[in-house]
């Protein structure tokens, strides 16, 4: 008798099946790890392109002196030109000499001293600039800064912070404490004011150079300054109606260039006002520099009641614009133009008696004589009282010409 056999499943189709399974499983790993490191790359180049965007906008770090020295090239700056037959220079005047310039400040209700000239307190890297170069003596002088004030007054609250006045007593030895007294209600309102009273009256001859040209020997002189600290119009003399309408134009357009991201507010240079990436401690006419302050202050002190002397003679000056109907002078001015604008200013009582000398407060006291302490005690004969290479003051010839 004969039986049928089970049929028997092969054994070389179970090692088939066993390692289809396993090959599946592998390349389910496989591909999970894939996306896996790909994943982790991704996040990887995201974090280094982070790292590079802000190591970019952060300043060039500090050296120690053992370290290797790698110079970084600098941006040329853009060519300029100096002032032609116009108001208006289209390539701008380079003026970064003055930057390096150390001027007397005055303050309203602040202490004085010395700031150089191209520091942000002065300079603001946020605004454009009108700059007004004047002396006590000049009596155009006390044409034009009338109407700059009624300019600004009128414009103040559309400009803001964005335009600033800033004035520069030039070529004349009085304390600027003095003059801003006396002739600041003329002027625009403004957060500094300084004055140049060095032996080689360093300011105009800065200017006058030949690259320049902005004084040519009479004051006033009137420029406005734009985003890269460049003058773009500058006027010398008194400015007439047109002229004024010139400027407040220009200043709007100067204005915008710096508000609106113009291409010209955004190139990147050693000069331009704007402390960028790598210029920290390489250019101090933009990052300034580590003893940005004085070390001198003195506080603004002197009589409070100043008038124009008896003896004074102001001499009339032709008005081509000014208005024919003479306008009363304020209760509170001394002396007025025929505008009516106050020219001397009549501040109030005397001040309180004070056991302190000190030279600089408006009194010849004892210990001080005209060696110590000219500024209070004035100098014999045709000296007058200057700012020495030193920072003190000494009696000076008024017509010698000093050199630096």
């Known amino acids: 008798m004969m039986t049928a056999k089970t049929p028997v499943e092969p054994e070389g189709l179970r090692v ?12 389910a790993v496989l591909s999970g790890l894939t996306y896996m ?18 190591a970019a906008s952060c300043p060039a770090p500090v050296r120690s002196s053992a370290e290797r020295h790698v110079e970084v090239e600098a941006a040329p700056p853009p060519p300029s030109e100096p002032l032609g037959s116009g108001s208006y220079v289209a390539a701008g005047v380079d003026i970064g000499p003055l930057m390096h310039l150390r001027l007397e400040r005055v303050r309203q209700n602040a202490p004085a001293g010395t700031v150089r000239f191209g520091s942000s307190e002065v300079l603001s890297p946020r605004s454009v600039h009108v700059i007004s170069l004047w002396a006590p003596w000049c009596v155009a002088c006390k044409e ?7 300019l600004f007054e009128r414009r103040g609250a559309s400009w ?36 140049d009273r060095s032996l080689a009256d360093s300011f105009v001859a800065a200017l006058r150079d030949d690259s320049r040209r902005l004084y040519q020997g009479t004051l006033p002189v009137t420029l406005a300054l734009d985003c890269n600290r460049r003058v773009r ?33 955004r190139q990147v240079w050693c000069g331009n006002g704007r402390c960028e990436a790598g210029e920290s401690g390489r250019c101090e006419e933009d990052c300034g520099t580590p003893a940005e302050t004085a070390p001198s202050e003195r506080p603004v002190s002197g009589p409070t009641e100043v008038a124009v002397g008896p003896n004074e003679i102001v001499p009339d000056v032709p008005v081509t614009h000014a208005s024919k109907r003479a306008k009363p002078c304020p209760q509170e001015c001394s002396r007025c133009d025929e ?11 005397e ?35 200057r700012r020495g290479e030193d920072g003190q003051d000494v009696c000076a010839p008024a017509n010698e010409m000093w050199s630096d």
């Open 144 to 150: 034009v800064l009338p109407d700059l004030r009624e």
């Open 37 to 54: 490191l790909t994943w982790r790359f991704q996040e990887q180049v995201e974090l280094l392109r982070d790292i590079r965007a802000r």
């Open 351 to 385: 001040p309180p008696a004070t056991s302190t000398t000190v030279c600089g407060d408006g009194r010849c006291e004892r210990g001080e004589d005209t060696k110590t302490c000219c500024r209070d005690c004035g100098c014999t004969g045709s000296l007058q009282c």
């Open 233 to 265: 119009w500058a006027r010398i003399g008194v400015p007439g109606e047109a002229e004024l309408k010139e400027l407040e134009d220009w200043l709007d357009t100067f204005r915008a260039e710096m508000t609106d991201g113009d291409p010209r507010c």
């Open 16 to 27: 088939l099946l066993r390692w289809t399974v396993v090959l599946l499983l592998s390349t």
């Open 160 to 195: 803001g912070d964005s335009v600033r006045f800033l004035p520069v007593q030039v070529l004349d030895p009085t304390a600027p404490e003095d003059a801003i007294r006396t002739w600041g209600p003329l002027m625009p309102a403004s957060a500094v004011q300084l004055a």
């Open 339 to 349: 505008k009516g604008r106050c020219l001397t200013m009549w501040a109030g009582s």
